[in-house]
């Protein structure tokens, strides 16, 4: 019974771990590329590829295949060891293996190798990307929360100054200090307030439930991040310049590579199809034996007549008689030889070359030839597209973190005016030289003052990451 009880605790400590569980960025990036989707397919991609490698492979080894066949006889047929026709039951069997292998194919075996390595390759670089994309996704939604998390603190933070203001001023009417007007006007203010509360919660969750479907989660209610700990962590990026970045991207970004790799692949496609104008020779060598249980027919000498005398002609001039000996035959039944013995007795070998030679088919090699030049010149245009693509986008996200810096660095600014601005308007209303109104618009202008900050820094952030990963960091690696 105790342990029972044990148990009990034990599951239901485990359970409230679980629901107060606060997931880190980096558990959320490494549950992400174990759990999702499309880094699943793309890993799925990496392994169809290694087996279009073993296949390749498999056509260096020669070819073996074996063959055999059991028959039972009933009437009029050919024995298949003596080949002659017999009246009778009798079973049959026969067995053959065949070994082949091609020589020479023009290359194509040797071209078809390369190509599997070169798709494998590809492949992984698809993976890396994939992983990459979801890394910057699972990085996003989760500043995103971070971001709808301290704006909502900043409201329910000025929500407590207007509740605090709300009684000062209830009391100062009362005292007849203060108009009604104005505690109508702080009225207003905490209402519009609260309902800013309720729609920066209903962002927290939103953006905390895209993120658990990002990561497949299914416990809504329960999924939270840890939300504290988050600062603008630079390693050194944003003393780069923009042409250094950009080389480094075209480095160690797998778009380029993955270009890179789909025109070696649509070579050694060339490579292939002209490999079918050659001759292809091949060897090939082959074993059967026979086995049957039938009785057979043989003729031996007669032991006790074996020869007779028979005319065969006669001497023209004299009229002679021209006589010979003929051996005695006759025929005995024998039965079938012991089944070891036959396979022995009964087997047979072949070998030699087959030569095929390509002549006409209808100009499909040649259309094919045409067709692989064709798309080898297009991949070389995609190659280049995606380098000149990648260096907008690099310059783009370069420009993009700067630009985003000036403006977390201006919202700073702007906070501390605002925040001066505000310190002086609640002195000024706390003595009463300013009206509710006034009051109201300074602490507006001071609150989306700290939600700027908010919103400039963790775009900052993210951005600054971005740079990063195009600098050739891994997205594990990122700090925040």
Do not use: H
Not at 63 to 73: D, F, L, M, Q, T
Not at 452 to 460: A, G, L, Q
């Amino acid at each position: 019974m105790k342990k029972l009880v044990s148990i009990v605790i034990v599951l239901i400590t485990m359970s409230l771990q679980a629901q107060n569980k606060k997931w880190t960025l980096i558990e959320c990036v490494e549950y992400a590329l174990e759990n999702n989707i499309s880094v699943k397919q793309s890993e799925l991609d990496v392994k169809s590829a290694e087996i279009d490698k073993l296949t390749a492979t498999g056509n260096f080894l020669p070819s073996i295949s074996a063959s055999s066949s059991v028959n039972e006889n009933t009437g009029l047929s050919f024995n298949p060891v003596t080949n002659n026709a017999q009246t009778t039951t009798f079973l049959s069997a026969s067995g053959r293996i065949n070994v082949g292998y091609t020589l020479f194919d023009g290359l194509r075996n040797i071209r078809t190798m390369q190509r599997a390595e070169i798709s494998k390759l590809a492949s992984q670089y698809r993976l890396d990307k994939m992983k990459d994309d979801i890394s910057l996704f699972v990085a996003n939604g989760y500043l995103q929360i971070i971001l709808n998390k301290a704006n909502l603190e900043v409201l329910k933070s000025q929500n407590e100054v207007t509740k605090e203001q709300i009684n000062r001023t209830e009391q100062l009417v009362e005292a007849g200090s203060l108009p009604r007007g104005d505690l109508l006007e702080i009225q207003a203010t905490d209402a519009s307030e609260k309902q800013n509360i309720v729609n920066a919660e209903n962002a927290v969750q939103i953006s905390l439930i895209s993120l658990a479907q990002l990561l497949l989660i299914k416990d809504y209610e329960n999924f939270d991040i840890e939300d504290e700990g988050y600062d603008v962590v630079d390693l050194g990026i944003s003393n780069k310049t923009a042409t250094e970045i950009i080389q480094a991207a075209r480095e160690s970004r797998s778009e380029i590579k993955i270009a890179e790799q789909n025109v070696e692949l649509a070579e050694k496609d060339l490579q292939i199809a002209k490999g079918s104008y050659y001759p292809t020779l091949s060897a090939f060598f082959g074993y059967d034996t026979r086995f049957t249980d039938a009785t057979s027919f043989r003729q031996s000498i007669d032991p006790d007549n074996p020869f007779s005398t028979q005319q065969i002609g006669t001497v023209e001039d004299t009229g002679q008689a021209v006589v010979a000996d003929f051996p005695n035959t006759i025929t005995t039944e024998t039965t079938a030889d012991p089944f070891i013995d036959q396979l022995s007795q009964n087997d047979g070998i072949g070998y030699g070359l087959q030569l095929s030679i390509p002549i006409f088919n209808g100009f499909a090699t040649r259309a094919n030839v045409k067709r692989t030049k064709v798309n080898l010149e297009r991949s070389r245009f995609q190659l280049e597209q995606a380098e000149l693509d990648l260096e907008s986008t690099v310059y783009q996200a370069y420009v993009d973190a700067k630009g985003s810096l000036k403006s977390y660095e201006a919202a700073q600014l702007a906070l501390q005016s605002q925040q001066l601005a505000y310190d002086y308007a609640k002195e000024r209303y706390d003595v009463g030289l300013t009206n509710a109104f006034d009051f109201s618009q300074s602490k507006l202008r001071y609150d989306n003052a700290r939600i700027e900050v908010n919103r400039s820094k963790y775009d900052y952030i993210f951005k600054l990451k971005v740079l990063e990963l195009y600098f050739g960091i891994p997205a594990t690696e990122l700090k925040f």
